[in-house]
């Protein structure tokens, strides 16, 4: 399986809203709803802001939403803020019981 | 508090062999699914293993497939990491994940430098 394909790099001024895309494929993104959405800092180990398409983790703002159609995931920031400035991935179970991360994305605040 | 911790990194000459291990507490680690995930050097996440609670059942992403084995002790709670041919590509921060209903849990990882 091969990554899961999101824009490069994605930005916006503080309060404006993002989606961040998430390109797979029927055997992947499109087989199960089996997909989660990681923030990473520099230099920390990711955090997880959505699992299973659209479910938040304790403790993860509301200001993070996401969902599905077809063999897309797409994960929505909205209110944006400093500290919302990262890395984002999405992961998905594949139909061969492996797991496939994103190629990244890097959210800049302007 | 969950916590993972791993060990076991270093510096290794390429085609040898590396063992990582992931120490877990603060949850029944034997009832729960653990992955490996790696990140090259300004590069992205790459899933690289996953086995079931019971050590059962393991699955591999295709650049390790043959050559990493994982493997977990649940009475010492612990997961491991068998890396053999190594290669220089395999050079990355390597994380522990331990997936709950709700969440999910990560090590701080362990660098492994694979140079001649």
């Known amino acids: 399986h091969s990554a899961l394909t999101q824009p490069a790099s994605v930005s916006a001024s503080p309060g404006q809203s993002i989606t961040i895309s998430c390109a797979g494929t029927?055997?992947?993104?499109?087989?199960?709803?089996?997909v989660s959405w990681y923030q990473q800092h520099p230099g920390k180990a990711p955090k997880l802001l959505i699992y299973?398409?659209?479910n938040r983790p304790s403790g993860v703002s509301n200001r993070f939403s996401a969902s599905k159609s077809g063999d897309t995931a797409s994960l929505t920031i909205s209110g944006l803020q400093a500290e919302d400035e990262a890395d984002y991935y999405c992961?998905?179970?594949?139909?061969?019981?492996?797991?496939?991360f994103g190629t990244g994305t890097r959210v800049t605040v302007l | 508090q969950v916590q993972l911790v791993e060990s076991g990194g270093g510096v290794v000459q390429p085609g040898r062999s590396l063992r990582l291990s992931c120490a877990g507490s603060?949850?029944?680690?034997?009832?729960?699914?653990m992955h490996w995930v790696r990140q090259a050097p300004g590069k992205g996440l790459e899933w690289v293993a996953v086995?079931?609670?019971?050590?059962?059942?393991?699955y591999y992403g295709d650049s390790v497939k043959g050559r990493f084995t994982i493997s977990r002790d649940n009475s010492k709670n612990t997961l491991f990491l068998q890396m053999n041919s190594l290669r220089p590509d395999d050079t990355a921060v390597y994380y522990c994940?331990?997936?709950?209903?709700?969440?999910?849990?990560w090590g701080q990882g362990t660098l492994v430098t694979v140079s001649s």
């Open positions: 994940m331990s997936v709950h209903s709700d969440n999910d849990y």
């Open positions: 299973e398409v659209t």
């Open positions: 029927s055997s992947d993104v499109g087989a199960y709803n089996y």
């Open positions: 992961r998905s179970y594949t139909t061969s019981s492996t797991y496939v």
């Open positions: 603060g949850f029944t680690f034997s009832t729960y699914v």
């Open positions: 086995i079931s609670y019971d050590g059962i059942h393991k």
